[in-house]
Protein backbone atom coordinates (compact mmCIF):
# COMPACT_ATOMS: atom_id res chain seq x y z
CA UNK A 1 0.00 0.00 0.00
CA UNK A 2 1.61 3.45 -1.05
CA UNK A 3 1.62 6.23 2.25
CA UNK A 4 0.04 8.71 -0.07
CA UNK A 5 -3.72 10.43 1.13
CA UNK A 6 -5.88 13.09 -0.63
CA UNK A 7 -7.61 15.47 1.13
CA UNK A 8 -10.75 17.06 -1.32
CA UNK A 9 -11.32 20.10 0.71
CA UNK A 10 -8.92 21.17 3.04
CA UNK A 11 -10.72 23.70 5.76
CA UNK A 12 -11.16 23.70 9.19
CA UNK A 13 -11.30 19.73 9.25
CA UNK A 14 -9.20 18.92 5.95
CA UNK A 15 -6.63 20.89 7.11
CA UNK A 16 -6.74 18.63 10.20
CA UNK A 17 -6.48 15.42 8.71
CA UNK A 18 -3.92 16.74 5.73
CA UNK A 19 -1.86 17.81 9.49
CA UNK A 20 -2.56 14.47 10.85
CA UNK A 21 -1.16 11.98 7.37
CA UNK A 22 1.69 13.96 6.80
CA UNK A 23 3.12 14.69 10.77
CA UNK A 24 2.66 10.44 10.40
CA UNK A 25 4.70 9.64 7.44
CA UNK A 26 2.55 10.32 4.69
CA UNK A 27 2.69 12.20 1.24
CA UNK A 28 -0.46 14.46 1.42
CA UNK A 29 -2.34 15.09 -1.61
CA UNK A 30 -4.90 18.26 -1.77
CA UNK A 31 -7.54 19.32 -4.05
CA UNK A 32 -9.47 22.76 -2.50
CA UNK A 33 -10.77 25.26 -5.31
CA UNK A 34 -10.45 28.10 -2.90
CA UNK A 35 -7.30 30.22 -3.74
CA UNK A 36 -6.63 30.56 0.52
CA UNK A 37 -6.20 27.12 0.96
CA UNK A 38 -2.38 26.95 0.75
CA UNK A 39 -2.21 29.31 3.54
CA UNK A 40 -4.50 28.27 5.65
CA UNK A 41 -3.83 24.68 5.48
CA UNK A 42 0.09 26.27 6.38
CA UNK A 43 -2.15 27.90 9.40
CA UNK A 44 -3.52 24.50 10.93
CA UNK A 45 -0.19 23.06 9.95
CA UNK A 46 1.94 25.07 11.97
CA UNK A 47 -0.43 24.69 15.33
CA UNK A 48 0.21 20.61 14.30
CA UNK A 49 3.88 21.06 14.17
CA UNK A 50 4.11 22.36 17.52
CA UNK A 51 1.91 20.57 19.27
CA UNK A 52 1.27 17.02 18.01
CA UNK A 53 4.87 15.80 17.62
CA UNK A 54 5.69 16.58 21.28
CA UNK A 55 2.45 14.02 22.54
CA UNK A 56 5.10 11.36 21.79
CA UNK A 57 7.78 10.22 23.64
CA UNK A 58 9.43 9.19 20.67
CA UNK A 59 10.40 10.60 17.23
CA UNK A 60 7.60 10.71 14.69
CA UNK A 61 8.74 9.23 11.44
CA UNK A 62 10.00 12.36 8.98
CA UNK A 63 7.37 14.09 7.33
CA UNK A 64 5.58 13.40 4.06
CA UNK A 65 5.56 15.21 0.82
CA UNK A 66 2.85 18.02 0.71
CA UNK A 67 1.56 19.15 -2.84
CA UNK A 68 -1.35 20.86 -4.05
CA UNK A 69 -3.52 20.24 -7.00
CA UNK A 70 -5.37 22.08 -9.68
CA UNK A 71 -7.62 19.05 -10.31
CA UNK A 72 -9.14 16.24 -8.50
CA UNK A 73 -8.41 13.53 -10.18
CA UNK A 74 -4.72 14.68 -10.54
CA UNK A 75 -4.61 14.37 -6.32
CA UNK A 76 -6.69 11.17 -5.65
CA UNK A 77 -4.41 9.56 -9.02
CA UNK A 78 -2.93 6.58 -6.88
CA UNK A 79 -3.81 7.39 -3.39
CA UNK A 80 -4.26 4.52 -0.77
CA UNK A 81 -6.49 6.95 1.26
CA UNK A 82 -9.13 9.66 0.28
CA UNK A 83 -10.79 12.17 2.84
CA UNK A 84 -13.56 14.02 1.45
CA UNK A 85 -14.20 17.24 3.85
CA UNK A 86 -16.47 19.55 1.59
CA UNK A 87 -19.23 21.36 2.90
CA UNK A 88 -22.61 19.75 4.14
CA UNK A 89 -23.92 19.45 1.41
CA UNK A 90 -25.09 15.60 0.16
CA UNK A 91 -25.68 16.45 -3.26
CA UNK A 92 -22.11 18.39 -3.49
CA UNK A 93 -20.45 15.18 -1.88
CA UNK A 94 -22.33 13.11 -3.99
CA UNK A 95 -20.82 14.80 -7.17
CA UNK A 96 -17.60 14.73 -5.44
CA UNK A 97 -17.67 11.14 -5.47
CA UNK A 98 -18.57 10.60 -8.51
CA UNK A 99 -15.64 12.29 -10.04
CA UNK A 100 -13.08 11.17 -8.38
CA UNK A 101 -14.16 7.91 -8.57
CA UNK A 102 -13.11 7.90 -12.12
CA UNK A 103 -10.01 8.40 -11.10
CA UNK A 104 -8.72 7.01 -7.94
CA UNK A 105 -7.61 3.17 -7.01
CA UNK A 106 -10.29 0.99 -6.40
CA UNK A 107 -8.99 -0.30 -3.63
CA UNK A 108 -8.63 3.24 -1.71
CA UNK A 109 -10.36 4.02 1.25
CA UNK A 110 -12.72 6.80 0.61
CA UNK A 111 -13.54 8.38 4.13
CA UNK A 112 -16.31 11.37 4.31
CA UNK A 113 -16.03 13.43 7.34
CA UNK A 114 -19.49 14.80 7.18
CA UNK A 115 -21.48 15.36 11.00
CA UNK A 116 -24.68 14.36 9.78
CA UNK A 117 -25.24 11.98 6.96
CA UNK A 118 -25.24 8.43 7.15
CA UNK A 119 -22.94 6.55 5.14
CA UNK A 120 -25.31 5.22 2.52
CA UNK A 121 -26.93 8.54 1.79
CA UNK A 122 -23.30 9.40 0.66
CA UNK A 123 -22.68 5.84 -0.52
CA UNK A 124 -25.92 6.65 -2.84
CA UNK A 125 -25.50 6.30 -6.70
CA UNK A 126 -22.02 5.64 -6.89
CA UNK A 127 -20.41 3.58 -8.94
CA UNK A 128 -18.64 1.51 -6.22
CA UNK A 129 -20.62 2.05 -2.43
CA UNK A 130 -18.34 -0.42 -1.18
CA UNK A 131 -15.23 1.79 -1.00
CA UNK A 132 -17.05 4.83 0.68
CA UNK A 133 -17.82 5.01 4.40
CA UNK A 134 -18.35 7.84 7.29
CA UNK A 135 -14.71 8.57 8.98
CA UNK A 136 -15.83 11.37 11.26
CA UNK A 137 -13.27 13.40 13.35
CA UNK A 138 -13.01 15.75 15.88
CA UNK A 139 -11.76 19.57 15.78
CA UNK A 140 -8.36 19.63 15.78
CA UNK A 141 -8.22 16.42 14.18
CA UNK A 142 -4.16 16.70 14.55
CA UNK A 143 -4.69 16.42 18.31
CA UNK A 144 -8.09 14.76 19.16
CA UNK A 145 -7.63 10.61 18.50
CA UNK A 146 -11.94 9.73 17.89
CA UNK A 147 -13.02 9.11 14.30
CA UNK A 148 -16.10 7.51 14.30
CA UNK A 149 -15.87 4.82 11.13
CA UNK A 150 -19.44 4.00 10.43
CA UNK A 151 -20.12 1.32 7.62
CA UNK A 152 -22.60 -0.22 5.36
CA UNK A 153 -23.66 -3.66 4.59
CA UNK A 154 -22.41 -2.47 1.23
CA UNK A 155 -18.69 -2.30 2.86
CA UNK A 156 -16.60 -5.58 3.17
CA UNK A 157 -15.04 -6.73 6.58
CA UNK A 158 -11.67 -6.45 5.31
CA UNK A 159 -12.48 -2.73 3.99
CA UNK A 160 -13.80 -1.92 7.53
CA UNK A 161 -10.25 -3.47 8.77
CA UNK A 162 -8.23 -2.08 6.93
CA UNK A 163 -9.71 1.36 7.14
CA UNK A 164 -9.07 1.00 11.35
CA UNK A 165 -5.65 -0.30 10.81
CA UNK A 166 -4.98 2.95 8.51
CA UNK A 167 -6.19 5.33 11.18
CA UNK A 168 -4.40 3.46 14.00
CA UNK A 169 -1.39 3.99 12.20
CA UNK A 170 -1.68 7.43 12.05
CA UNK A 171 -2.38 7.79 15.75
CA UNK A 172 -6.22 7.74 15.66
CA UNK A 173 -8.73 5.51 17.73
CA UNK A 174 -11.52 4.43 15.00
CA UNK A 175 -14.57 3.98 16.59
CA UNK A 176 -16.50 1.13 14.48
CA UNK A 177 -20.02 2.46 14.50
CA UNK A 178 -21.45 -0.79 12.39
CA UNK A 179 -25.32 0.85 12.56
CA UNK A 180 -26.12 3.61 10.57
CA UNK A 181 -27.70 6.43 12.37
CA UNK A 182 -28.07 10.04 11.43
CA UNK A 183 -25.27 11.92 13.24
CA UNK A 184 -23.55 8.85 14.51
CA UNK A 185 -22.99 8.68 18.26
CA UNK A 186 -20.84 11.88 19.20
CA UNK A 187 -23.17 14.46 17.48
CA UNK A 188 -26.17 12.83 18.79
CA UNK A 189 -24.87 13.30 22.45
CA UNK A 190 -23.53 17.08 21.52
CA UNK A 191 -26.76 18.24 20.04
CA UNK A 192 -28.81 17.25 22.67
CA UNK A 193 -26.31 19.72 25.13
CA UNK A 194 -26.13 22.44 22.55
CA UNK A 195 -29.99 22.18 22.06
CA UNK A 196 -30.51 22.72 26.27
CA UNK A 197 -27.78 25.36 26.42
CA UNK A 198 -29.55 27.48 23.56
CA UNK A 199 -32.89 27.14 25.77
CA UNK A 200 -31.00 28.21 28.61
CA UNK A 201 -29.59 31.41 27.18
CA UNK A 202 -32.42 31.97 25.66
CA UNK A 203 -34.61 31.75 28.52
CA UNK A 204 -32.35 34.36 30.19
CA UNK A 205 -31.76 31.70 32.80
CA UNK A 206 -27.97 31.29 32.38
CA UNK A 207 -25.60 33.23 30.22
CA UNK A 208 -23.23 31.59 27.80
CA UNK A 209 -20.34 31.97 29.92
CA UNK A 210 -22.18 30.79 33.06
CA UNK A 211 -22.93 27.30 30.78
CA UNK A 212 -19.30 26.89 29.66
CA UNK A 213 -17.91 27.71 32.67
CA UNK A 214 -20.13 24.68 34.80
CA UNK A 215 -19.45 22.71 32.05
CA UNK A 216 -15.18 23.61 32.22
CA UNK A 217 -15.00 23.35 36.10
CA UNK A 218 -17.34 20.66 36.60
CA UNK A 219 -18.57 17.70 34.57
CA UNK A 220 -16.11 18.87 31.21
CA UNK A 221 -13.28 17.61 33.44
CA UNK A 222 -15.03 13.87 34.48
CA UNK A 223 -16.37 13.37 30.98
CA UNK A 224 -13.08 13.88 29.75
CA UNK A 225 -10.96 11.31 31.37
CA UNK A 226 -14.19 8.76 31.92
CA UNK A 227 -17.20 9.80 29.98
CA UNK A 228 -20.62 9.38 30.95
CA UNK A 229 -21.34 5.69 32.22
CA UNK A 230 -18.38 5.67 34.29
CA UNK A 231 -18.54 8.65 35.60
CA UNK A 232 -22.37 7.68 36.82
CA UNK A 233 -20.91 4.13 38.36
CA UNK A 234 -18.68 5.65 40.58
CA UNK A 235 -22.04 8.36 41.76
CA UNK A 236 -23.75 5.16 42.26
CA UNK A 237 -21.54 4.56 45.17
CA UNK A 238 -21.14 1.09 46.37
CA UNK A 239 -24.24 -0.11 44.85
CA UNK A 240 -22.84 0.85 41.87
CA UNK A 241 -25.23 1.33 38.42
CA UNK A 242 -28.18 -0.45 39.44
CA UNK A 243 -28.49 2.39 42.33
CA UNK A 244 -27.87 4.81 40.50
CA UNK A 245 -30.46 4.32 38.03
CA UNK A 246 -33.03 3.46 40.34
CA UNK A 247 -31.74 6.60 42.07
CA UNK A 248 -31.89 9.11 39.11
CA UNK A 249 -34.03 7.15 36.48
CA UNK A 250 -37.78 8.52 37.56
CA UNK A 251 -36.08 12.09 37.11
CA UNK A 252 -35.94 11.49 33.52
CA UNK A 253 -39.73 11.62 33.37
CA UNK A 254 -40.14 14.86 35.22
CA UNK A 255 -40.44 17.95 32.24
CA UNK A 256 -36.94 19.14 32.86
CA UNK A 257 -36.02 18.61 29.42
CA UNK A 258 -36.80 20.57 26.01
CA UNK A 259 -34.89 18.45 23.62
CA UNK A 260 -37.16 18.20 20.95
CA UNK A 261 -37.78 21.59 20.58
CA UNK A 262 -35.33 24.13 19.43
CA UNK A 263 -35.41 28.00 20.17
CA UNK A 264 -36.60 29.70 16.79
CA UNK A 265 -33.46 31.38 15.77
CA UNK A 266 -34.84 34.81 15.84
CA UNK A 267 -32.68 38.25 15.12
CA UNK A 268 -32.73 38.68 18.76
CA UNK A 269 -31.99 35.33 20.15
CA UNK A 270 -28.89 35.53 17.61
CA UNK A 271 -28.06 38.55 18.62
CA UNK A 272 -27.72 37.94 22.38
CA UNK A 273 -26.09 34.90 21.58
CA UNK A 274 -23.32 36.66 19.67
CA UNK A 275 -23.04 39.44 21.81
CA UNK A 276 -22.66 37.23 25.16
CA UNK A 277 -20.59 35.43 23.56
CA UNK A 278 -17.85 38.55 22.35
CA UNK A 279 -18.23 39.65 25.82
CA UNK A 280 -16.84 36.30 26.92
CA UNK A 281 -14.29 35.80 24.41
CA UNK A 282 -14.37 38.71 21.58
CA UNK A 283 -10.93 39.69 23.97
CA UNK A 284 -8.64 37.14 21.93
CA UNK A 285 -8.43 36.04 17.86
CA UNK A 286 -9.58 32.78 17.00
CA UNK A 287 -5.82 31.97 16.52
CA UNK A 288 -5.54 32.98 19.92
CA UNK A 289 -8.18 30.70 21.15
CA UNK A 290 -6.98 27.53 18.70
CA UNK A 291 -3.39 27.85 20.86
CA UNK A 292 -4.61 27.86 23.76
CA UNK A 293 -6.90 24.97 23.29
CA UNK A 294 -4.06 23.35 21.75
CA UNK A 295 -1.92 23.98 25.12
CA UNK A 296 -4.83 23.04 27.02
CA UNK A 297 -5.56 19.70 24.90
CA UNK A 298 -1.71 18.87 25.31
CA UNK A 299 -0.77 19.96 28.80
CA UNK A 300 -4.01 16.91 29.61
CA UNK A 301 -3.59 14.41 27.70
CA UNK A 302 0.10 14.27 28.57
CA UNK A 303 -1.02 14.21 32.52
CA UNK A 304 -3.75 11.33 31.21
CA UNK A 305 -0.48 9.84 29.78
CA UNK A 306 1.46 9.82 33.11
CA UNK A 307 -1.97 8.01 34.37
CA UNK A 308 -1.94 5.41 31.56
CA UNK A 309 -5.75 6.02 31.45
CA UNK A 310 -7.93 7.33 28.56
CA UNK A 311 -6.66 9.28 25.50
CA UNK A 312 -3.21 9.29 27.40
CA UNK A 313 -3.17 4.99 27.55
CA UNK A 314 -3.48 5.56 23.48
CA UNK A 315 -0.66 7.65 23.38
CA UNK A 316 1.89 4.80 25.81
CA UNK A 317 0.62 1.94 23.58
CA UNK A 318 1.54 4.35 20.29
CA UNK A 319 4.51 5.13 22.01
CA UNK A 320 5.48 1.44 22.36
CA UNK A 321 4.80 0.67 18.63
CA UNK A 322 7.11 3.39 17.26
CA UNK A 323 9.57 2.49 19.17
CA UNK A 324 9.77 -0.93 18.44
CA UNK A 325 12.86 -1.93 15.93
CA UNK A 326 14.25 1.53 16.35
CA UNK A 327 17.97 2.16 17.91
CA UNK A 328 15.88 3.01 21.19
CA UNK A 329 14.41 -0.37 21.29
CA UNK A 330 17.97 -2.13 21.16
CA UNK A 331 20.13 -3.49 24.92
CA UNK A 332 23.79 -3.24 24.39
CA UNK A 333 24.05 -6.76 25.34
CA UNK A 334 21.70 -7.68 22.33
CA UNK A 335 24.13 -5.88 20.01
CA UNK A 336 23.35 -1.93 20.15
CA UNK A 337 25.87 0.22 18.42
CA UNK A 338 28.65 1.30 20.92
CA UNK A 339 30.44 2.89 17.89
CA UNK A 340 29.76 6.65 19.73
CA UNK A 341 28.23 8.07 21.95
CA UNK A 342 25.01 6.17 22.66
CA UNK A 343 21.48 7.61 21.30
CA UNK A 344 19.54 7.55 24.66
CA UNK A 345 16.71 10.49 23.36
CA UNK A 346 14.87 11.23 20.16
CA UNK A 347 11.48 12.81 20.58
CA UNK A 348 10.19 16.05 19.92
CA UNK A 349 10.12 19.16 22.27
CA UNK A 350 6.20 18.81 24.09
CA UNK A 351 4.52 22.14 24.06
CA UNK A 352 4.41 22.02 28.18
CA UNK A 353 8.44 21.79 28.03
CA UNK A 354 8.33 25.53 26.42
CA UNK A 355 8.18 29.12 28.98
CA UNK A 356 7.42 33.03 28.07
CA UNK A 357 10.23 32.89 25.77
CA UNK A 358 9.04 30.31 23.54
CA UNK A 359 11.96 28.17 23.83
CA UNK A 360 12.30 24.94 26.54
CA UNK A 361 12.29 25.60 29.52
CA UNK A 362 15.36 25.79 31.81
CA UNK A 363 14.14 22.60 34.08
CA UNK A 364 12.76 20.54 31.24
CA UNK A 365 16.56 20.10 29.93
CA UNK A 366 17.19 18.55 33.12
CA UNK A 367 14.07 16.83 32.50
CA UNK A 368 15.32 15.30 29.27
CA UNK A 369 18.79 14.44 30.54
CA UNK A 370 16.98 12.37 33.21
CA UNK A 371 15.24 10.62 30.35
CA UNK A 372 18.63 9.94 28.80
CA UNK A 373 20.28 8.91 32.12
CA UNK A 374 16.97 6.43 32.57
CA UNK A 375 17.56 5.13 28.76
CA UNK A 376 21.11 4.90 29.62
CA UNK A 377 20.38 2.74 32.82
CA UNK A 378 18.08 0.47 31.18
CA UNK A 379 20.70 -0.27 28.13
CA UNK A 380 23.21 -1.24 30.69
CA UNK A 381 20.81 -3.76 32.45
CA UNK A 382 19.55 -1.48 35.17
CA UNK A 383 16.21 -2.26 34.34
CA UNK A 384 12.75 -2.52 35.28
CA UNK A 385 13.47 -6.14 36.74
CA UNK A 386 16.86 -4.94 38.16
CA UNK A 387 15.48 -2.33 39.98
CA UNK A 388 12.80 -4.28 41.48
CA UNK A 389 15.27 -6.72 42.77
CA UNK A 390 16.85 -4.21 44.35
CA UNK A 391 19.77 -2.34 43.21
CA UNK A 392 19.55 1.29 40.89
CA UNK A 393 21.58 4.54 40.51
CA UNK A 394 21.22 7.54 42.89
CA UNK A 395 22.44 10.84 40.66
CA UNK A 396 24.97 12.49 42.98
CA UNK A 397 26.20 15.91 41.24
CA UNK A 398 24.52 17.39 37.44
CA UNK A 399 26.08 19.66 35.42
CA UNK A 400 24.30 21.01 32.78
CA UNK A 401 25.57 23.86 29.99
CA UNK A 402 22.54 26.04 27.84
CA UNK A 403 24.31 26.20 24.48
CA UNK A 404 21.33 27.03 22.00
CA UNK A 405 17.43 27.47 21.98
CA UNK A 406 15.00 25.01 20.56
CA UNK A 407 11.23 25.85 20.51
CA UNK A 408 7.94 23.29 20.98
CA UNK A 409 7.65 21.08 18.19
CA UNK A 410 11.33 20.72 17.48
CA UNK A 411 12.86 17.08 17.29
CA UNK A 412 15.69 16.88 19.66
CA UNK A 413 18.08 13.48 20.26
CA UNK A 414 20.90 12.89 23.17
CA UNK A 415 23.73 11.04 22.84
CA UNK A 416 25.25 9.79 25.69
CA UNK A 417 29.10 8.88 26.20
CA UNK A 418 30.13 6.87 29.27
CA UNK A 419 32.97 9.00 30.97
CA UNK A 420 33.52 6.19 33.86
CA UNK A 421 31.66 3.12 34.82
CA UNK A 422 33.45 1.25 37.23
CA UNK A 423 32.42 -0.56 40.61
CA UNK A 424 29.50 1.80 42.19
CA UNK A 425 30.42 4.96 40.19
CA UNK A 426 28.76 5.67 36.97
CA UNK A 427 29.75 9.11 34.72
CA UNK A 428 27.56 10.24 32.08
CA UNK A 429 28.64 13.08 29.75
CA UNK A 430 24.71 13.61 27.15
CA UNK A 431 25.00 15.86 24.54
CA UNK A 432 21.54 17.54 23.13
CA UNK A 433 21.25 18.12 19.73
CA UNK A 434 18.55 19.35 17.24
CA UNK A 435 20.03 17.99 14.10
CA UNK A 436 23.73 19.03 14.19
CA UNK A 437 23.21 21.81 16.06
CA UNK A 438 24.57 21.45 19.94
CA UNK A 439 21.64 22.53 21.82
CA UNK A 440 23.18 21.61 25.56
CA UNK A 441 25.10 19.23 27.33
CA UNK A 442 24.54 16.92 30.73
CA UNK A 443 27.10 15.79 33.01
CA UNK A 444 26.53 13.54 35.47
CA UNK A 445 28.23 11.71 38.57
CA UNK A 446 25.92 8.85 40.06
CA UNK A 447 26.26 5.90 42.73
CA UNK A 448 25.17 2.74 42.64
CA UNK A 449 22.76 1.72 45.60
CA UNK A 450 21.21 -0.84 47.39
CA UNK A 451 17.48 0.03 47.92
CA UNK A 452 17.64 -1.80 51.07
CA UNK A 453 20.24 -0.45 52.91
CA UNK A 454 20.26 3.11 51.12
CA UNK A 455 23.62 2.99 50.90
CA UNK A 456 26.25 2.89 47.68
CA UNK A 457 27.79 -0.51 46.16
CA UNK A 458 28.49 -2.41 43.41
CA UNK A 459 26.27 -3.32 40.64
CA UNK A 460 25.32 -6.58 40.54
CA UNK A 461 26.31 -9.02 37.24
CA UNK A 462 24.17 -7.80 34.90
CA UNK A 463 24.48 -4.30 35.19
CA UNK A 464 28.71 -4.83 35.82
CA UNK A 465 28.54 -6.59 32.70
CA UNK A 466 26.58 -3.94 30.76
CA UNK A 467 29.26 -1.42 31.93
CA UNK A 468 32.07 -3.15 30.90
CA UNK A 469 30.83 -3.45 27.40
CA UNK A 470 30.25 0.33 26.77
CA UNK A 471 33.63 0.91 28.98
CA UNK A 472 35.78 -0.84 26.49
CA UNK A 473 33.95 0.67 23.50
CA UNK A 474 34.01 4.41 25.01
CA UNK A 475 37.50 4.31 26.00
CA UNK A 476 38.12 5.35 22.67
CA UNK A 477 36.24 7.98 21.89
CA UNK A 478 37.64 11.39 22.39
CA UNK A 479 37.08 13.58 25.80
CA UNK A 480 34.02 15.63 25.17
CA UNK A 481 34.61 19.10 24.87
CA UNK A 482 33.41 20.83 27.81
CA UNK A 483 33.61 17.87 30.50
CA UNK A 484 35.05 17.95 33.72
CA UNK A 485 34.04 21.72 34.18
CA UNK A 486 32.09 23.75 36.94
CA UNK A 487 31.12 27.05 37.48
CA UNK A 488 34.30 28.59 38.31
CA UNK A 489 33.96 32.68 39.42
CA UNK A 490 37.33 34.68 38.63
CA UNK A 491 39.45 35.54 41.02
CA UNK A 492 37.46 32.99 43.71
CA UNK A 493 38.12 29.94 45.25
CA UNK A 494 36.57 27.53 47.51
CA UNK A 495 38.60 28.22 50.02
CA UNK A 496 37.63 31.94 50.25
CA UNK A 497 35.60 33.01 53.37
CA UNK A 498 32.74 35.47 52.28
N1 LIG B 1 -15.97 22.11 11.68
C1 LIG B 1 -16.13 21.07 12.47
O1 LIG B 1 -16.01 21.17 13.70
C2 LIG B 1 -16.38 19.69 11.89
C3 LIG B 1 -16.12 18.57 12.70
C4 LIG B 1 -16.25 17.30 12.15
C5 LIG B 1 -16.68 17.15 10.84
N2 LIG B 1 -16.97 18.25 10.07
C6 LIG B 1 -17.39 18.03 8.66
O2 LIG B 1 -16.28 18.28 7.82
C7 LIG B 1 -16.74 18.75 6.55
C8 LIG B 1 -16.04 20.06 6.21
O3 LIG B 1 -16.29 21.01 7.23
P1 LIG B 1 -15.30 22.23 7.56
O4 LIG B 1 -15.72 22.73 8.89
O5 LIG B 1 -13.90 21.83 7.33
O6 LIG B 1 -15.74 23.29 6.44
P2 LIG B 1 -14.88 24.47 5.79
O7 LIG B 1 -15.87 25.39 5.19
O8 LIG B 1 -13.89 24.98 6.75
O9 LIG B 1 -14.08 23.73 4.61
C9 LIG B 1 -14.65 23.23 3.44
C10 LIG B 1 -13.60 23.33 2.34
O10 LIG B 1 -14.07 22.66 1.18
C11 LIG B 1 -13.68 23.40 0.04
N3 LIG B 1 -14.53 23.01 -1.09
C12 LIG B 1 -15.74 23.47 -1.45
N4 LIG B 1 -16.17 22.82 -2.55
C13 LIG B 1 -15.22 21.93 -2.90
C14 LIG B 1 -15.08 20.95 -3.93
N5 LIG B 1 -16.03 20.78 -4.84
N6 LIG B 1 -13.97 20.21 -3.98
C15 LIG B 1 -12.97 20.38 -3.06
N7 LIG B 1 -13.05 21.28 -2.05
C16 LIG B 1 -14.17 22.04 -1.97
C17 LIG B 1 -13.82 24.84 0.48
O11 LIG B 1 -13.03 25.71 -0.33
C18 LIG B 1 -13.31 24.78 1.92
O12 LIG B 1 -11.93 25.02 2.01
C19 LIG B 1 -18.26 18.86 6.66
O13 LIG B 1 -18.83 17.70 6.12
C20 LIG B 1 -18.49 18.91 8.17
O14 LIG B 1 -19.76 18.37 8.53
C21 LIG B 1 -16.81 19.51 10.56
Known amino acids: MTRTAAIIGGGVIGGGWAARFLLAGWDVRIFDPDPEAKRKIGEVLANARRSLPGLSDVALPP ?12 AVAGAAWIQESVPERLELKQKVYQTLQQHCDADAVIGSSTSGFKPSELQGSTTRPGQIAVAHPFNPVYLLPVVELVTTEQNAPEFAELAQDILRGIGMYPLHVRKEIDAH ?23 TKEIDDVIRFGFGLRWAQMGLFETYRIAGGEAGMKHF ?26 DLIAGQSDDQSGARSIRDLER ?42 DGGDLSGPILTLDRAVPLDWTDYNG ?14 TDRFMEFVGCDADYIASGGSYFTAESHIRHLDEVHAGAGISIRTQMLLGEGKKLH ?15 EHFLLHVSLETRRPCPPGDQVAEGLQKVAGAHRHLPYPD ?11 SASRKG
Request: hydrophobic fraction near 50%.
Open 63 to 74: EGALSFHETMSD
Open 245 to 270: LAQFGPALKWPWTKLMDVPEFTDELV
Open 185 to 207: VADRLLEAVWREALWLVRDGIAT
Open 359 to 372: HMTESRYLDAFALA
Open 482 to 492: GAGRSIKTPGQ
Open 428 to 442: LFHSMFEGERLLATG
Open 292 to 333: IRDNNLVAMMRALKGQNWGAGALLVEQDKRMKQGTALAARAV
